[in-house]
């Protein structure tokens, strides 16, 4: 059946156990109610097939499939691309895995995950909003249905489904909707698709856990939460994955939730257990937030447990080098923070010269790379090749030894190599703006570059 751009597939309960014989099945026009198909059981009995199918929402939809071998269980074979630098090259998202996305009130979950179901290259989005005001639910409904789907044009709503749970709602229906939600996405992976379900916010359904436990006057574990906290939000996480259905189509469902401490503390229980259950952390800081670093993913406490297996998997020997340069990135950020937390102490007279270098190539990655402004249309998105290039750039940067003899040249040539690079984030893919700024920036860097040793040259000559 299509519907706009998905081919909804005609399914059978997916608890259905022995053989069933299809009787009839027609295709064409119809609504999720009527009867498309009809199914006889191994003792005669009928049964009518619709599109629309009931399910308990806290039971994993594949479950008896699984057990029955209807379904299999594959692992992540490559990254959702978001389009977003910092989490594509530093900390990327397995398809089929799991990401949590941590951060204190005003750091930018929403605007983040609207941007995460904007650009992700996945079929389906399922967007939970969860126990969030009903204002900005309502603003989020209106930003789907005016933006286009970057991908594949029309509406960007003809491919989103939205489970709203505004915090006026019961608490028993906030509990539900986070399941709904997982089960909706479950529905479609089993058709093939790619699916991602983003929920805003976990802890909002973690408070109604806490209510609904409260009430049942349940033994409270830490700060009130019902002791299964833990294993309540595991169970939610791994119900993403990658499956192939018995006809061999292979979908995936990605879960991303955020997690809004309050107070932005993350030693918190919602946030500590979300962090045991997902596969890659983004960590949002009111630090980066306030100086407009955005997206706020701060990547000296960010991880993805899943960049070492999808490098390893990567069949192109050039996604492996990339994630060697995302290495070395992470490492150059780490030191260019040692050398920003000497500096905050000794001043800068305290710093040697090599070190305020170090420190500088830091910045400007973070300048250059890892921020992205959310709000220029070339910037907003940049696609693998428009990410690889630049990461290409940015390397020769990190990797060039200077020769520059006071910290104001120094200086000036990191504000002249910020100011070209930012300026090339928005110049548009192709355009002879683009080309020019690149080659400023390499000139501008080899004239501050140290000769090449002479030992070096003969060797390779
Ligand atoms: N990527 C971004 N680019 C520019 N501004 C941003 C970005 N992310 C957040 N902001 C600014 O911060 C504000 C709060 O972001 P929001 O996502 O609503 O925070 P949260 O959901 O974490 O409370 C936004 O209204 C916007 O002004
Ligand atoms: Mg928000």
Redesign the pocket.
């Known amino acids: 059946m299509e519907e706009r751009r998905i081919r909804h597939r005609i399914m059978a309960p997916f608890d259905l156990q022995g053989t069933w014989r299809l009787l009839w099945i027609e295709a064409g026009p119809a609504t999720v109610e009527d009867v498309l198909a009809e199914l006889a059981g191994p003792g005669g009995e009928r049964l009518a097939i619709r599109l629309a199918q009931d399910w308990p929402v806290r039971r994993r939809l594949p479950e008896a499939l699984l057990a029955q071998g209807l379904a299999t269980r594959l692992a992540p074979s490559g990254p959702i691309v978001t389009t977003i630098r910092i989490i594509d090259t530093l900390f990327p998202v397995a398809r089929g895995g799991t990401a949590a996305i941590p951060?204190?009130?005003?750091?930018?979950?929403?605007?983040?995950q609207g941007?995460l179901a904007r650009y992700s290259d996945v079929d389906v989005v399922v967007y939970v909003a969860c126990g969030e005001r009903a204002g900005e639910v309502v603003e989020t409904i209106r930003d789907f249905q005016r933006m286009e789907d970057p991908r594949r044009g029309g509406a960007l709503l003809d491919r989103t489904v939205i489970v709203c749970n505004t915090s006026s709602m019961p608490v028993a229906a906030r509990e539900a909707s986070i399941y709904t939600g997982v089960t909706i996405g479950e529905y479609y992976r089993q058709m093939g698709l790619d699916v991602l379900l983003i929920a805003?916010s976990t802890s909002r359904w973690a408070q109604a856990l806490r209510e609904t436990s409260g009430r049942l006057e349940e033994i409270p574990g830490e700060e009130g939460y019902p002791a299964y906290l833990d294993s309540t939000i595991r169970a939610f996480y791994d119900r993403s994955g990658r499956i192939r259905a018995a006809d061999g189509a292979v979908g995936s469902l990605t879960i991303i939730g955020?997690v809004?401490p309050a107070g932005g503390d993350f030693d918190e229980p919602v946030t500590r257990s979300t962090l045991a259950a997902v596969k890659t952390f983004l960590g949002?800081s009111a630090e980066r937030?306030y100086r407009?670093a955005?997206?706020?993913i701060d990547p000296l406490i960010s991880w993805s447990r899943s960049a070492g297996a999808l490098a390893a998997r990567a069949e192109d020997p050039a996604d492996r080098a990339r994630a060697d340069q995302a290495a070395a990135i992470r490492a150059l950020l780490r030191r260019g923070e040692e050398v920003a937390q000497t500096l905050r102490v000794t001043g800068e007279d305290g710093i040697a010269l090599q070190d305020l270098v170090l420190l500088e190539k830091a910045r400007f990655v973070d300048s250059v790379f890892l921020q992205?402004?959310?709000?220029d249309p070339v910037d907003v998105s940049a696609p693998p090749a428009r990410q690889q290039a630049l990461l290409a750039l940015v390397m020769q940067v990190v990797e060039r030894p200077l020769a520059l003899a006071s910290r104001d040249a120094v200086r000036r040539l990191f504000q002249e190599l910020t100011r070209l690079g930012r300026n090339l984030n928005y110049a548009a893919d192709g355009s002879p703006e683009r080309a020019r700024l690149a080659s400023e920036l390499l000139a501008a860097l080899d004239a501050a570059s140290s000769p090449a040793p002479a030992s070096r040259s003969t060797e390779t000559s």
């Open positions: 951060g204190p009130f005003g750091a930018g979950k929403t605007v983040l941007l805003d955020a809004s949002l937030a407009r955005y997206p706020a992205q402004d959310a709000f």
